[in-house]
């Protein structure tokens, strides 16, 4: 072979090669799982990225799962992410066991809170105060799912405060449910509760005081990714790493979502349409 004919021959090479790398690297994953908690918020916050996700092009399944579920399955690359991860308290142990295995993009969410509420109507301020008369609360507060970091400090509260009550175990909407009962009929209740949460527009509520400190201070909802989606989905991954609401953001899609017949795609798709700049500056 002449020497221009094994120069050709060594450039096609070189040109196949470098086209199959840049294939490679052109061939973004479009195919997104995120994980979530049925929280009211969670609920909002993963089908607003949804919708926007899709938008652009990629196809996103949502998966409800418990609290360490979801983060388990972020962790082993099963979910792509979570706009969910409640942080540094609510979520701490989760953080703690998994820390190095997810990759956590920092707030979407800030100035969110958990604690004991009781409507405005119930003459007590503070979590010491039911040990005055738990009976008037039926000896119980009102849970949510089992496993929930709110529930585990909710466990703690009880302990620390040495409280004759029994934590009811639930759902979000099982405690709403209870709450709305209550509420209809006068009746004194405590709920566990979190903000941002639609309950708040809905009724006069009041965060009984916790002086000993067992709910923690103010708390970030965090977007937390698989250790691979950088590589993976780059742009995806630029998307979540954006991806910031607001309290009265979120509260109010809620309250949207908790009206009747309502679908909370569909009041996703609605709120990501009627706030283009702000998604405008996830996406650019």
């Known amino acids: 072979m002449s020497i221009l004919g094994k120069f050709v021959q060594t450039a096609a090479v070189a040109a196949t090669a470098l086209g199959l790398a840049m294939g490679a690297a052109q061939a973004e994953k479009k195919d997104l ?15 607003i990225i949804k919708t926007v996700l899709e938008d652009k092009g990629y196809t996103v399944k949502i998966v409800p799962l418990s609290g360490a579920a979801m983060w388990q399955a972020v ?15 609510t979520h701490a142990a989760y953080n703690a066991k998994l820390k190095g295995k997810v990759v956590d993009l920092g707030p979407n969410v800030t100035g969110a809170k958990i604690g004991w509420a009781v409507p405005t109507y119930v003459d007590i301020a503070t979590i010491e105060d039911i040990k005055k008369d738990p009976a008037k609360f039926g000896g119980k507060v009102i849970g949510i799912d089992p496993g929930a970091g ?14 004759p009550v029994k934590l009811v175990e639930g759902s979000d909407a099982t405690m709403v449910a209870a709450l709305k009962d209550a509420a209809a ?9 979190w903000t941002p949460h639609w309950m708040f ?3 006069d ?3 009984l005081a916790d002086p000993k400190g067992v709910f923690g201070g103010e708390e970030t909802v965090n977007t937390v990714v698989s250790t691979k989606l950088k590589e993976e989905a780059p742009e995806a991954y630029k998307i979540l790493d954006n991806f910031s609401l607001s309290l009265d953001d979120e509260q ?14 569909a009041t996703a798709k609605a709120w990501v349409a009627a706030n283009k700049a702000k998604v405008d500056a996830w996406t650019k």
Request: no cysteine; proline share 5%; net charge negative.
């Open 33 to 47: 799982t995120i994980a979530y908690v049925e929280w009211s918020d969670a609920v909002v916050a993963t089908n």
């Open 75 to 89: 962790a082993t690359g099963e979910a792509d992410a979570m706009v969910a991860a409640w942080l540094p308290a």
């Open 150 to 163: 709110l529930m585990k400090a909710s466990e703690k509260a009880i302990k620390d405060y040495d409280l």
């Open 185 to 193: 009929k006068k009746e004194p209740i405590v709920v566990t509760t």
């Open 201 to 203: 527009a809905e009724w």
């Open 205 to 207: 509520l009041k965060y």
């Open 252 to 265: 109010k899609v809620m309250v949207e979502n908790n009206k009747p017949g309502a679908d909370p795609a």
